[in-house]
């Protein structure tokens, strides 16, 4: 039997939907798997995690989420790192552990694009730039606040869930596109950092759709531009960042499922097969959808290589270039 945690069994329910006919086939492994996430139960990547296990009845007989927090992520990485290849063993990350982390981290104990075989990407999420209470209520778009900030430089301030995440330096590309020094604050975690926003503390926030959606929604936040390629469903009003005209500012956060760098290109390949599969049930879609993720594609599962390869060397430039001092 897959393993479920009640708390998520909200956003969940519509993922048992749909995925009979991937549990209905004879599973490709005859031992049970894992996929480890790095972070506790409930957050992003762990319902991602949990989503895609409820569809992977063709690849092994049960699917059981192995959440191992600790070290923004980095334990469950480790984990895999030393695991054994033989499929039984997977990881759903965020990008930032992959693509981020190498470049802020001097002594980290892996190496990203050496270590690990990039399977698939399984879906994303875009980022939100929102005002609070601290800007005036008559700027409404991005080139209003950012005008405003250049009055304001004082009060010309972002907050992210961290230092070193991917909406902190998508704030950072923010401002070099629009040659705004704007200040970062960093909090621990995206709770405190809307908090502050609410709170008229900070002026700004970038953060995950889904975190800042209810706010704006309120009536509490302005959604000034959402980073993604295309605009959100959820917010059709709101542009995107190129289209705002800081097409050098378009970021998202995928979720990956990686193996250990020895899988065998067999392994690898009926693992893809198998989350092609997955990515076609109409649970998972809506699980993800349900919880404002973006489904990845079932058919571009092999371009996810590329994609790591080429995020991974813009986002180096992009800490270089923001004078981030490295942490240990």
């Not at 549990?23 to 991602?48: E, N």
């Not at 290849?85 to 104990?109: E, Q």
Request: hydrophobic share 45%.
């Amino acid at each position: 039997m897959i393993h479920r945690r009640s708390f998520t069994a909200g956003l969940l329910g519509a993922a048992s939907l749909g995925g009979l006919t991937a549990r209905a086939q004879s599973p490709i492994l005859s031992r049970p798997a894992r996929i480890l996430v790095g972070f506790p139960p409930g957050g992003s990547a762990d319902l991602v995690a949990r989503a895609l296990a409820l569809q992977m009845g063709g690849y092994a007989p049960s699917v059981i989420v192995d959440n191992k927090p600790g070290a923004g992520g980095r334990i469950a990485l480790e984990t895999l790192k030393s695991s054994e290849a033989d499929g039984t063993t997977l990881l759903v990350t965020p990008a930032s552990m992959m693509v981020v982390y190498p470049h802020i981290y001097r002594r980290l104990s892996y190496d990203p694009l050496a270590d690990f075989v990039p399977v698939a990407s399984v879906g994303s999420a875009q980022f939100v730039v929102s005002v609070g209470p601290m800007v005036p209520a008559s700027v409404t778009t991005l080139a209003q606040f950012i005008q405003w900030c250049r009055v304001n430089t004082a009060q010309a301030t972002y907050g992210s869930s961290g230092a070193g995440s991917i909406p902190h330096f998508t704030g950072v590309a923010l401002g070099k596109a629009a040659k705004l020094d704007w200040m970062h604050v960093a909090y621990k975690g995206a709770a405190p950092a809307l908090n502050d926003l609410l709170g008229g503390q900070v002026a700004a926030n970038v953060g995950v759709l889904s975190n800042t959606l209810p706010h704006v929604q309120s009536g509490k936040l302005r959604a000034l531009a959402v980073s993604g390629p295309v605009r959100s469903r959820l917010l059709p009003d709101v542009p995107t960042l190129a289209e705002a005209g800081y097409k050098d500012a378009q970021a998202t956060e995928w979720f990956g499922v990686f193996m250990p760098a020895k899988a065998s290109p067999d392994a690898v390949l009926k693992l893809r097969e198998a989350l092609r599969a997955a990515l076609r049930t109409r649970g998972l879609a809506d699980a993800l959808t349900k919880a404002s993720f973006e489904p990845a594609n079932p058919d571009s599962t092999a371009d996810f290589a590329q994609q790591l390869r080429a995020d991974h060397a813009r986002w180096g430039a992009v800490v270089t270039s923001s004078g981030f001092t490295p942490e240990d």
